[in-house]
């Protein structure tokens, strides 16, 4: 086989042209390299590092398997965040690229100078998997330009959204809505003790619950405000609204409408859905669980004490509290509701102190946990809060609970009562 049979073979193996293939596997034979072993690196090169040029592609082409591609697209979202990444920090820009085919996410790490919006070609972004989908990679490697004539995309451009459409991997959104709760809380974080505050915004769609890294004071209760670059992550089964150093903060000088309904929802969807924010459920309590009624917390950490023993502080001089855990069952599914000491005392019909004095009397704390037990196994009501779901369950903890308005036959017997009255 001459030298013209062998690269035509290898081209055509390759799928490149035969005259380059002859000039590398040539000068690799100039240097005494044997043609076997010639043959196998230019095999190697070919197949091995990917030395083909990326692919140019509509987004919806973009698949899996392809390992880096070019893209002409619309910037939709640009949302800056600072993270860690093997030990390093650094900041990065994440969002969602467009063109008129379909979507993707992306990630930058680097600033490349774009902004939401901007019109983009991307050359040579790597293709990752990011839960379950492809996701560009803006790196090093990438190059990307500016376009002067704008794509166009039949997709929301710029990231102003609704509060109810917000979902946990959204960046770089924008949201304006009032604070209808807030407040400062210390946590735990990566660099010690930092101070956050949390709360909940609503605006026409809903509310969610937000936590501003920065503990911005002017994030008060009462207040309209836009946020602009948020991220979204899931706590406890709720999309969670981010603010990050990145976030800017505007008071609006308008008040923002909030629907503050509650949405009515079956237990089985709560779970489904893996938690549920601010809802509401209608059930009968089946079962009030141990550790209800009079209870002793830790006075430093909160927990529940067990014979006057903290799991993380030992024997500690607990404080009184009361609460409650019950068992609340809609046919659909059950949850582990938890009440506080003012829905507990109003369930007891009696303040903490009616109700000290009460186990007292007995000589047995359970009293009030029994009184409470006879009063409500057995009856329906409508609870109104937050669902979680982790390993040990369904867990609802309740903002308000109360009695629904008798059984379906009491309400018919009041109902023939009342036209009787008129009758007569
Ligand atoms: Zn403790």
Same mark, same amino acid.
């Not at 990630?107 to 989908?133: H, K, L, P």
């Not at 709360?199 to 911005?216: H, K, M, N, Y």
């Not at 008060?220 to 999309?239: K, L, T």
């Given at each position: 086989m001459n030298?013209?049979?062998?690269?035509?073979?290898?081209?055509?193996?390759?799928?490149?042209?035969?005259?380059?293939?002859?000039?590398?596997?040539?000068?690799?034979?100039?240097?005494?390299?044997?043609i076997e072993e010639a043959k196998q690196s230019i095999r190697r090169k070919y197949t091995d590092t990917g030395a083909a040029p990326p692919e140019s592609k509509?987004?919806?082409?973009?698949?899996?398997?392809?390992?880096?591609?070019?893209?002409?697209?619309?910037?939709l979202t640009a949302g800056k965040r600072r993270i860690q990444y093997q030990g390093d920090e650094q900041v990065i820009i994440e969002g969602r690229l467009a063109d008129e085919t379909s979507d993707i996410s992306y990630t930058a790490w680097e600033d490349f100078g774009f902004t939401a919006g901007d019109s983009i070609t991307v050359g040579n972004a790597g293709v990752r998997?990011?839960?379950?989908?492809?996701?560009?990679?803006?790196?090093?490697?990438?190059?990307?330009?500016?376009?002067?004539?704008?794509?166009?995309?039949?997709?929301?451009?710029?990231?102003e959204s609704d509060i109810v459409d917000l979902q946990p991997g959204n960046r770089g959104r924008i949201i304006a809505g009032r604070i209808l709760?807030?407040?400062n809380r210390t946590i735990d974080g990566r660099d010690g003790e930092t101070m956050i505050r949390s709360g909940v915004i609503g605006d026409e769609s809903?509310?969610?619950?937000?936590?501003?890294?920065?503990?911005?004071?002017?994030?008060?209760?009462?207040?309209?405000?836009?946020?602009?670059?948020?991220y979204i992550r899931e706590f406890r089964?709720?999309?969670?609204?981010?603010?990050? @150093?990145?976030?800017?903060?505007?008071?609006?000088?308008? !008040?923002? &409408? *909030?629907?503050?309904?509650?949405? /009515?929802?079956?237990?089985?969807?709560?779970?489904?859905?893996?938690?549920?924010?601010?809802?509401?459920?209608?059930?009968?309590?089946?079962?009030?669980?141990?550790?209800s009624g009079l209870i002793e917390r830790c006075p430093e950490c909160g927990r529940v004490l067990q014979n006057s023993e903290c799991r993380a502080h030992g024997p500690v001089d607990g404080e009184d509290?009361?609460?409650?855990?019950?068992?609340?069952?809609?046919?659909?599914?059950?949850?582990?509701a938890i009440?506080?000491?003012?829905?507990?005392?109003?369930?007891?019909?009696?303040?903490?102190? @009616?109700?000290?004095?009460?186990?007292?009397?007995?000589? !047995?704390? &359970? *009293?009030?946990?029994?009184?409470? /037990?006879?009063?409500?196994?057995?009856?329906?009501?409508?609870?109104r809060g937050n669902i979680s779901v982790d390993e040990y369950g369904a867990s609802a903890e309740a903002k308000e609970f109360s009695p629904t308005e008798g059984t379906a036959d009491e309400r018919a017997a009041q109902l023939i009562e009342e036209v009787r009255a008129w009758v007569v």
């Amino acid at each position: 086989m001459n030298i013209d049979e062998e690269a035509e073979e290898l081209a055509s193996a390759l799928g490149r042209d035969a005259e380059e293939i002859k000039a590398e596997l040539e000068d690799l034979l100039a240097y005494s390299v044997p043609i076997e072993e010639a043959k196998q690196s230019i095999r190697r090169k070919y197949t091995d590092t990917g030395a083909a040029p990326p692919e140019s592609k509509n987004i919806a082409a973009i698949t899996m398997s392809d390992s880096s591609v070019n893209v002409t697209a619309r910037v939709l979202t640009a949302g800056k965040r600072r993270i860690q990444y093997q030990g390093d920090e650094q900041v990065i820009i994440e969002g969602r690229l467009a063109d008129e085919t379909s979507d993707i996410s992306y990630t930058a790490w680097e600033d490349f100078g774009f902004t939401a919006g901007d019109s983009i070609t991307v050359g040579n972004a790597g293709v990752r998997e990011w839960e379950d989908n492809p996701e560009l990679n803006l790196n090093q490697s990438s190059s990307v330009m500016l376009e002067d004539d704008p794509v166009d995309v039949p997709y929301n451009i710029g990231g102003e959204s609704d509060i109810v459409d917000l979902q946990p991997g959204n960046r770089g959104r924008i949201i304006a809505g009032r604070i209808l709760e807030a407040q400062n809380r210390t946590i735990d974080g990566r660099d010690g003790e930092t101070m956050i505050r949390s709360g909940v915004i609503g605006d026409e769609s809903g509310r969610l619950p937000f936590t501003d890294w920065q503990a911005r004071e002017r994030i008060a209760e009462g207040r309209s405000v836009r946020f602009e670059d948020v991220y979204i992550r899931e706590f406890r089964g709720v999309p969670q609204i981010n603010l990050s @150093e990145f976030t800017a903060v505007e008071s609006l000088d308008r !008040d923002v &409408a *909030v629907n503050d309904e509650p949405e /009515r929802m079956s237990i089985d969807d709560a779970i489904t859905a893996g938690g549920a924010f601010d809802i509401e459920i209608v059930g009968n309590v089946l079962e009030i669980r141990e550790g209800s009624g009079l209870i002793e917390r830790c006075p430093e950490c909160g927990r529940v004490l067990q014979n006057s023993e903290c799991r993380a502080h030992g024997p500690v001089d607990g404080e009184d509290d009361m609460r409650v855990k019950a068992i609340v069952d809609d046919g659909t599914g059950a949850v582990t509701a938890i009440l506080d000491r003012s829905l507990t005392s109003t369930l007891y019909g009696g303040s903490m102190e @009616e109700a000290k004095s009460a186990a007292r009397d007995a000589m !047995d704390k &359970a *009293v009030v946990a029994d009184t409470i /037990r006879e009063r409500v196994v057995g009856r329906e009501y409508c609870l109104r809060g937050n669902i979680s779901v982790d390993e040990y369950g369904a867990s609802a903890e309740a903002k308000e609970f109360s009695p629904t308005e008798g059984t379906a036959d009491e309400r018919a017997a009041q109902l023939i009562e009342e036209v009787r009255a008129w009758v007569v």
